[in-house]
């Protein structure tokens, strides 16, 4: 089975929340992740906490584990999926960049996320959500 992280599940390794555990058990050689996620996930940092040191100290561990991912390029494969994706389902630009990147996968894929929006669409799509 193919491992899928979406963005949400990219920073929920290096935060201490309940999503941690389930993202760290997720969690395989090959992981797969959209080339968005890590502009995604840095994005996120700010809206967790307002401390500097801690913003640098999550940013660094999201750039050292990126390197061991699978990076799905956003090419413009990729986009002509996501456009598709947002005619038909009620997802953000992102989401749709997220679901189209693991479409590209072999089947069945594994698709970890925690952010409700993508969860019933990626079910759609046959993947095997994670969450909690």
Do not use: K
């Amino acid at each position: 089975m193919t491992t899928f992280f979406d963005a949400s599940a990219v920073l929920a390794l290096h935060i201490d929340t309940r999503e941690r555990a389930v993202a760290r058990e997720s969690l395989a050689n090959g992981t797969c992740v959209s080339a968005l996620s890590l502009t995604e996930a840095l994005a996120m940092i700010a809206r967790l906490t307002d401390e500097p040191i801690l913003q640098a100290d999550i940013e660094d561990a999201l750039r050292l584990q990126w390197d061991r991912y699978a990076v799905v390029p956003v090419d413009q494969r990729c986009l002509d999926r996501a456009a598709s994706l947002l005619r038909e389902q009620p997802v953000r630009l992102a989401d749709a960049l997220q679901l189209a990147a693991a479409d590209r996968l072999p089947r069945p894929v594994r698709y970890v996320t925690f952010d409700p929006i993508q969860i019933p669409v990626a079910l759609g799509l046959g993947y095997d959500v994670v969450s909690t």
